[in-house]
């Protein structure tokens, strides 16, 4: 189970508001690391996305010491780090957020399961997971499923869970 990820954004704030639009949950700072928040979706599994300034790295601090921040000036914009999050909000709000804030957003077919890309500042990719979406994925993720991909057999999608 992840419980929380942290993402590089160019303006935590503004990230952190619109990904809590679609979330249904809280914004807070981050306390440990200057300009950073926290979006915690206030859901059963502990769902959080930390946002912190892009150029962030975590290092690990001293023997006994924990995580330390520093800020990289000469990151890349992209990064290969994504996570796929089921959200409470519908397919035609994730789109329309995405339109409006002027970010990549597409339906796209995994083959056993869909998601929605929703492109942060055209940088970074969530692949976000409406209820019918989610429910496709986690059918994908039963073990008879599972085995049924590894073998080489097609998946069968529930039928409400299709862009």
């Given at each position: 189970?992840?419980?929380?990820?942290?993402?590089p954004?160019?303006?935590?704030?503004?990230?952190?508001?619109?990904?809590?639009?679609?979330?249904?949950?809280k914004?807070?700072?981050?306390?440990?690391?200057?300009?950073?928040?926290?979006?915690i979706?206030?859901?059963?599994?502990?769902?959080?996305?930390?946002?912190?300034?892009?150029?962030?790295?975590?290092?690990p601090?001293?023997?006994?010491?924990?995580?330390?921040?520093?800020?990289?000036?000469f990151?890349?914009?992209?990064t290969?780090?994504?996570?796929?999050i089921?959200?409470?909000?519908s397919?035609?709000?994730?789109?329309?957020?995405?339109?409006?804030?002027?970010?990549?957003?597409?339906?796209?077919?995994?083959?056993?399961?869909?998601?929605?890309e929703?492109?942060?500042?055209?940088?970074?990719?969530?692949?976000?997971?409406?209820?019918?979406?989610?429910?496709?994925?986690?059918?994908?993720?039963?073990?008879?499923n599972?085995a049924?991909?590894?073998?080489?057999?097609?998946?069968?999608?529930?039928?409400?869970?299709?862009?």
């Open positions: 189970m992840i419980h929380h990820i942290s993402i954004v160019e303006n935590p704030l503004h990230v952190a508001q619109v990904l809590d639009e679609l979330l249904n949950g914004v807070a700072p981050f306390p440990s690391n200057p300009n950073s928040y926290m979006v979706a206030g859901d059963a599994y502990g769902t959080m996305i930390e946002v912190y300034p892009v150029g962030t790295e975590l290092m601090g001293g023997s006994t010491s924990p995580v330390t921040f520093s800020q990289n000036a990151t890349s914009p992209f290969a780090v994504h996570a796929a089921s959200v409470p909000a397919e035609e709000q994730i789109v329309e957020v995405g339109a409006r804030e002027g970010w990549h957003t597409v339906c796209c077919d995994r083959g056993p399961f869909q998601v929605i929703f492109w942060i500042e055209n940088k970074l990719m969530l692949e976000l997971l409406p209820a019918p979406l989610a429910t496709c994925y986690l059918n994908f993720m039963e073990p008879e599972l049924q991909f590894f073998a080489g057999a097609p998946i069968p999608r529930p039928v409400a869970a299709t862009v």
